[in-house]
């Protein structure tokens, strides 16, 4: 995951969203299946997919359409390309599913300039992507990208003022980030394991004290810890 100079801040999220956003969906992708490469290289496409999904997210609030609109272009491009190994790398028909039906909401919401959809939809094609990741064992493992997506779900959650749905994400994280930890550990993460716990504990204080503008800027620094997390590997 790219290092986030900036997410987007709360008040910025309030301007986009105070007219009754649609309620986002958390993430939930199905496993893998089939045999998994074991390359450790992640295909160029997907990288491309990747960095291309974060980029809109981080232009989406000002409104920047035409970099968004090339970026959905580049991520169709990139797909088109993939998809036709996706199968043989050992990638689910769940996962490919996943992404296509991302994809379309990503293009149709990006088209009509809707920025909290097209947010939620390239959140959703981060999610899948990463799981396309994981069949590749990177050098950094697919639960520190799952954690950036989680983490950015949280964000979107609030914005949208679904707390039943932000809970959730959260959880998920806490579920990501036991299974991950011990490999940070072992990675000499000992500091930054501690500061990404410390920030979780926040964020479940601030969401059970319904404290959302808070928490939304707990996220952001989760995520700016989620790139250290990643910088150890």
Known sequence: MKNHVQFFSISTIVLILAACAPKPVAP?????SGSVSTTGVVPGSLVTIEAAAEDIIDFA???GWDKISKDVTDIANAWKSYQPQASQAGASQEVQDVMNAALSKLQSASTSKDASATMQASNDVSAAVVELFALYSPKVPADIGRLDVLE???ILDVAAKDYSAAKTSLAKVMSVWSQVKPSV???NGKD??????ESLDTQVVRLDSKNYTDLTNEARNALEIVDELEGLY
């Open 185 to 187: 550990l072992e990675h």
């Open 192 to 197: 930054v394991a501690a500061q990404f716990q």
């Open 152 to 154: 950015r779900q949280v």
């Open 61 to 63: 609030p000002s409104g």
């Open 28 to 32: 939930v992708i199905p496993p893998t």
